[in-house]
């Protein structure tokens, strides 16, 4: 369990539950943030970090262009794949609960197999099951996958963007040289806040 201060908690409470506007208020808590010494800092209140990964993740999805080849289809909804972690997939579903990324119907996938996978746009592998997909992910980076995850060589290992948390914050780091073999386009708002790798 982590803490946030006050302040940071009004605004994760508030775009937890703002359902249809959740990309503008997730711009006033890139803005709050932005003005905040941290990410997020760890001070008043107990949250829970499975959900705050998963606005995280849900969230990512309009700081990030794929290009169009990594849909099948016109019609092909917008993927979320979760490797390790049940907690997150039941936030993220209760999130995502009558929304749509550009246009497109959003699907949250639990578990992990390649072909299930190999067609998602964010993928999130917990830490405790990074060693059990190493190889995939080496395939998935040229994929137009987002491969985000948690463990400190993340990023080392192929992955893209990492939520580092200890217990006083949680950091985004982004490895923009991974992101654009894959040829995912990172917005500026994002990577200002981020430590880049």
């Not at 080392?156 to 939520?163: E, S, T």
């Amino acid at each position: 369990m982590t803490i946030l201060n006050h302040k940071n908690k009004k605004i994760v409470n508030a775009m937890l539950s703002c359902r249809g506007f959740y990309r503008q208020c997730f711009m006033v808590f890139v803005m709050a943030i932005m003005m905040s010494t941290s990410w997020v800092c760890l001070a008043d209140q107990k949250v829970n970090t499975d959900e705050l990964k998963a606005v995280y993740l849900f969230n990512f999805s309009a700081f990030v262009e794929w290009p169009q080849s990594s849909f099948s289809h016109t019609n092909q909804s917008f993927k979320y794949c979760i490797f390790g972690n049940s907690n997150i997939v039941y936030y993220l579903n209760d999130i995502v609960k009558n929304e749509v990324v550009n246009n497109r119907e959003i699907q949250v996938i639990d578990g992990f197999t390649y072909n299930k996978i190999k067609s998602c746009q964010i993928l999130f592998v917990d830490a405790s099951a990074e060693d059990k997909v190493i190889n995939t992910l080496k395939l998935l980076k040229e994929n137009s996958t987002l491969l985000v995850g948690e463990s400190l060589d993340f990023l080392d290992r192929g992955g893209m963007i990492n939520l580092n948390h200890d217990y006083k914050r949680i950091e985004i780091e982004i490895n923009l040289a991974n992101a654009r073999k894959g040829n995912l386009r990172i917005s500026s708002k994002l990577l200002r806040l981020a430590k880049l790798k």
